[in-house]
């Protein structure tokens, strides 16, 4: 099938009068925009999950970075967030992505929670427009005091991810798209800059190209709004205290600074806000819960309107301090080849999902996998290397090596929720003296 190609488009229709649309062959150039932004007044953003098709809404894995979100809503939260001045949380939960979030200007969106409905055309809504279209979705124009943005969803066959979209006739990616509407939200028009996610055609990746933005994006967005000032207060962390919630950081206001936090289930359509907040030191700052709050996003807002003034949106959940995302540690052996054995990950480390992936490189030729697990960190020299696994050893896995690479499926149990283990292996080698040697380690805390 032809991919879709995308244009901006002024529609005869009414409904969609104004509207950034993804339709036709675009004009040769680099980023251009519309000649309005969003202000501080216009940050936030919901979605009214009204998606009906089979592939949708079949994501059920809990994002650590995108607390209260599955399905749509959380695909849709992830286009939206890759605009943002830095990595989201971690940045690393998307698996098509090296960093989720990198617009680097002093833009970010806050999630403010679900929608009752599609909403007016400046309610800042992203839902499902029940109807049939060979557009794939459209930004309804101009964005100053508000936009909305609809997807046809008879026709296409709307992906979820986290993967490539495959099923159905008309499969795109909900998450890609996301991306290129929510980039005209915030005041761009397309370009055609080669692999730019403001290109006005989808290309032939069904849109999972899009969802990266690339230097051209990242340069209108900077246009927009700045390159992101040294100034602009950021939240690094939080942690839950008996009287709420204490957030870290840097670049708070002594004394007035505003505290953002989502709502749980259906928002009015803005954060709620705590205001007047001190903070002593600018790196610290306490905080009571407001009623009302649930799983989603926290941010700060110093005095005065400049763009800089919001901090970046902060994964938040009410019921649990920050997922500590995966780190590699350790020295690691080498393979006959001389190549340094490597860890990663695919997946995420989810009891509703079941289970992750451990994935080697540079192992040898072919040879064999065996990975084990403890509860904290070692270091202690062996014959096969330096073991970095301590406490009582689990087995996690054996498997076949070939070609240097191996993937492993690694168990993941709901008591283990919040658990942090100490991940490695151990790769059987003929062509070493030894005839095997340890990996690089790998620490994961399991999530729901």
Known sequence: MVPMPLQRTAVAAAALAGAAALLAPPELHAFEVFGDVLDLTQRDFRVFNNFTGAFANDNLVPDPDFPGSLGATLALRKGVAEWGSGPRGSGTTDPLQDVLGSGGSNFDAFWAGEAPGPGGTNDNVISALPGSSFILAFTEL???DGWRILFYD?????????????????????????????GHALGLDHSLVAGATMRAGAGNQRGIDMRTIELDDQAGVQFLYGVRSAGKPRITGYTLTPAGVRLTGTGFDATANEVWFSHAGVAPGAPLVVSGVPSASGTELDVALPAGVGPGDVAVKLPGTAFDRLSNAYPFDPLRNPWRAPRVFGPTGTSSAGTALRLGTLGLPSATAGSFQLTLTGGPLSGRMFVFSGSRAER??????????????????EVDVFFGEAQATIPVTAAEVGARRILQAVVFDSGLPSGAAFSEAFEIEYIP
Do not use: K
């Open 142 to 144: 101009p964005i100053g």
């Open 154 to 182: 008879a026709v296409h066959d709307w992906h979820d991810g986290p993967g490539s979209p495959i099923g159905g006739p008309s499969p795109w990616d909900l998450q890609g798209v996301a991306t290129h509407e929510y």
């Open 380 to 397: 202690r020299t062996l014959g096969f290397g330096t073991l970095l696994v301590g406490g009582a050893l689990r087995r996690e896995a």
